[in-house]
C-alpha cells in the first residue's frame, strides 16, 4: 500500500498542469482503491464554495461546473468538521444534497476526506460505490493518508496553476502571504537565485533559442562527465569496483544514445535545457518507481542524482550569465544570512525566502539592513515567479505579484512615507534617548552579522550590546588564528572607542554551522550550542578570549559576554579559562617586551634584565581583565538569577532563543512561526521576572535580541526596568525616537495592563492599539 501511495503522490507532483494532475490522482485513487468513483472538489474561498476539479465515475460535463457551498452536503460537511466522513447509504443522510448534474444517483456508499494545509481545508477528495457499505478501516486510513501528502503538493500546485493562468492572461494581481520576516516595503523585480538544484522546482519553459539551449546542455554534460571521473579516481582506492562501476553506469546514460540523447531531442523541440532535462528525468523516474521490484525503484534514486548533478551544472551556467538589473528583490529557496550579505551593496531592495521564519538570521540580517523580508512563503516554485514585478509588505507579511497600476501607486505612496519617517528620526539620532519625564534608557547597536556596520555607529548608538563573533568564522575553510581575530576584534573595538563593546565568544551550533566544522545532530538547537562546544574544546575557547584580550590593549573597551549559559559550573569553567588566558598572556607580553628591551639596550647595555623586567610589568600590568557576562536565553537561568549574578558583571538577554526555549518553538520553522512570538505573556512575564531579579541582585541588565528594536518591546523593556537595548543600526534612531515620544509613566501604565494579558493575540492587539493611539502607528505598519 505504501508504495501505491507514494506512487500516487509523485505521479501528481510531476504533472506540470493542476488539471492533469487531479485526473490522473482521481483515476489512480479509484483504481486502487477499488471502488466505482472518485472525485476531488477544490476549495474556492471568494465564492465560499467547493468546485469539482476532477472525477472519475461522476458526469464529465459537471467538472469544473459543479459547487457545492461551504455549508452543503457531504462535501460541505467533510470541509466543516475537518474530519473524515463514512458513509453506507449517502443519500439517506440528512446532509446529502441532490444535484443531478454529476449522476451519482447509482452510488451509495460515500467516503470523503479534507485535505488540509496549515489549518486551511484547501479541497475535498471523496471514493464512492454502487454498493451500500461502510469503507474499511484501511480505506479511511489510506485515503486520509494520502490527502494529508497531497495537501503540500497541492498547495504547490494551486499557485502554480494560478501563476501560470496569469502569464499567460498576463493579468489580475496575484497575492501571497508569508511570514512578516523584516519590516519596510519594497517594489521591484524578482530575481530568483536557486543555490540548491532542485528537478521539482524547475518551471517548464521554452526558449527561442535553442542552439543555445543545447550548447548549455552539452557543457554541462561534458562537465558532468568530468566530475564522474575525478571521484570515481579519487574513490577508486576507497570502494570496490562494484561500487566505482555506478559511475561508468552514469556515463553510459550521459551518452548521446540515451538519455542524453532524449534531453537533446527535447530542446530541439523549444524545451529549455532545464525544462528538457526536467521531464526526461521525471519521465525515467516515475517508471522505475512503478515497478515493484525493490532494485529497479532503488535505480530512480541513481537517476534523480545523475539528473541534480546535471541540473547544478546547466543552473551555474545560467548564474554566469544572469545579469543583475539595478535594482531588485531577491527570491531563494533558503535564504542565508551570508546570500543577503552578498547581494547587499548589488541593488538588494527586499528579500522572499520559501523557507525560515522571522527569527532566522537572514532576517534578522535584513532588519539590520531596513531591507522587508518576507519568509517562509512555502507554497510557491521558485522559477516562474524569475524577473516578476513584485511588491512586497514586510509589515504584514504580504506579497504581490504582478500588482496593477492601481496597487502600485498605493505603495509608492506609502514608500515615500516611508522615506519620510527615516528621515525624520534620524533628527534625534544624536540625542540622547530619554523619555519625556525624564528616564533613560541606553540604546545600543548589535553587529557582527555582516561585514561593514561601522557607518551604523553614526546613527547614536552608545556602543556595542552584542557581536556575533560566529559570522567571521563562517566564511572560511578553518578556525582563523589568534592573530587574524586579533586584527578583527581591534578594529570592531576601535568603532566605539569611548563606549563599551560587548563580545560573545563563539556561539555555533544550532542554525549556525561552520563549514569546517560539521555538527550532525538530530536536534541541533537543544544540542551542541554556543558555550557546551566551546567548554569541550578549550583550544578554540582560549584562543578567542586571548585574541579578545590583546585586542583591548589600550583600548580597554572589551567586555566578554558567554552564550547558551543553562549553569553556573559553566560560568565557573569558563570563568576559569578566561582567567588562564589572561594570566598566561600576561605573562608572555612581560617576556616578549623584556627581550625586546633588551635586544634594544644589548647595544649600549643602559638596562640590566631586572630593570627591564620590571619595566615590562608595568606594560603588562596595563592589560586589563574585561567585565564578563552572560546571556539570558535558557529558561533555567531564571531561576538561578542569585547565584549567576555572584559570578558575573553583568546580564542580557538573548529573548530570541528564550522565547524559543520558552515556548518550545523552533524559531526557524515556517511551520510553527505562528507560535513562536516574544510577546507570549509567558515570555513577558519571564523578561520582568528577569529584570526585577536583576535590580534586586544588583546586576546590569540589557537585552539584546529582536524584541527591543519593536518598538511595544522597547516600551515594555524600558518599564520593566532594563538597563540598555540593543539592535540594529536601523532601528537606532527609530527606537530613540520612541522613547523620546513616550512619558516612563505611559509606558509603565502600558506595561501593568500588558501583563494582565493572558494570549498573544491580546496583547499585540492592545500595543498595536496603544501606538496607534500615541502617534507611533507608522512603526509597525506601512505608511503614516
Ligand atoms: C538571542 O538569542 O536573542 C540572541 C541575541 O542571539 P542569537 O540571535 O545570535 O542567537
Ligand atoms: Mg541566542
Known sequence: MLTTLRRIVLEFSQEAELQNALERMVYNVKKAMKTDCCSIYLADYHQQHFLLMASDGLAKTSVGETSIGFSEGLVGLVGQREEPLNIADAQQHQDYMHAPEVEEDDFNAFLGTPIIHQRKVLGILAIQQKESRHYTENDEAFLVTLSAQLASALANAEVKNLLSHQQQKNQGVKQLHGIAGAPGIALSEIIVCQPQ??????????????????????????????????????????????????????????????????????????????????????HYISQFEAIEDSYFRERASDIRDLGTRLLVNIQQQAKEELELPKEFILLAQDVSASLVAQYQHQGLLGIISLTGSNNSHAAILARSLGLPAIMGVNALVLGQLHQQQAIIDGYSGELFINPDEGLIREYQYLLSQEKALTDKVMEVAQLPCITQDGRAIEVLLNAGLSAGFEHSAKLGALGIGLYRTEIPFMNRNCFPSEQE??????????????????????????????????????????????????????????????????????????????????????????????????????AELTKDITTELMSASNEDGHLTLQQAQKKAQAVSAKLVR??????????????????????????????????????????????????????????????????????????????????????????????????????NGHNVPRIKWVIRHISFEQAQNILDKTLTLTTAKEVHSYLNEQLEVLGLGGFIRAGY
Open 197 to 282: 538544484a532542485d528537478l521539482a522546482a524547475v518551471s517548464l519553459k521554452k526558449s527561442p533559442d535553442s542552439q543555445k539551449q543545447l550548447l548549455r546542455f552539452e557543457q554541462a554534460v561534458e562537465k558532468t562527465r568530468i566530475e564522474f571521473d575525478v571521484l570515481s579516481s579519487q574513490l577508486s582506492e576507497a570502494i570496490d569496483d562494484d561500487s566505482l562501476a555506478i559511475f561508468d553506469v552514469y556515463k553510459q546514460l550521459l551518452e548521446q544514445a540515451s538519455l542524453g540523447h532524449e534531453v537533446a531531442a527535447k530542446i530541439s523541440k523549444g524545451w529549455r535545457a532545464d525544462s528538457a532535462l526536467k521531464l526526461v528525468i521525471e
Open 485 to 586: 581575530q586579533t586584527q578583527l576584534y581591534r578594529k570592531v573595538l576601535q568603532v566605539f572607542p569611548k563606549h563599551g563593546v560587548t563580545m560573545r565568544t563563539l556561539d555555533v551550533g544550532g542554525d549556525k554551522s561552520l563549514p569546517y566544522f560539521p555538527i550532525n545532530e538530530e536536534n541541533p538547537f537543544l544540542g551542541w550550542r554556543g558555550i557546551r562546544i566551546t567548554l569541550d574544546h578549550p583550544e578554540i575557547f582560549l584562543v578567542q578570549v586571548r585574541a579578545m584580550l590583546r585586542a583591548n590593549q589600550g583600548l580597554n573597551n572589551l567586555e566578554i559576554m558567554l552564550p547558551m549559559i543553562s549553569g553556573v559550573e559553566e560560568i565557573d569553567e569558563a570563568n576559569r579559562l578566561i582567567n588562564q588566558a589572561f594570566f598566561e598572556l600576561k
Open 626 to 727: 574585561p567585565k564578563i557576562g552572560i546571556m539570558l536565553e535558557v529558561p533555567s537561568v531564571i531561576f538561578q538569577m542569585e547565584a549567576l549574578a555572584k559570578r558575573v558583571d553583568f546580564f542580557s538577554v538573548g529573548s530570541n532563543d528564550l522565547t524559543q526555549y520558552l515556548l518550545a518553538v523552533d524559531r526557524n520553522n515556517s511551520q510553527v512561526a505562528n507560535l513562536y512570538d516574544a510577546f507570549h505573556p509567558a515570555v513577558l512575564n519571564a523578561l520582568n521576572s528577569i529584570a526585577k531579579q536583576s535590580a534586586q541582585y544588583l546586576t546590569p541588565i540589557s537585552l539584546c535580541g529582536e524584541l527591543a528594536s519593536q518598538p511595544a518591546g522597547a516600551i515594555l523593556l524600558l518599564a520593566m526596568g532594563f538597563d540598555k537595548i540593543s539592535m
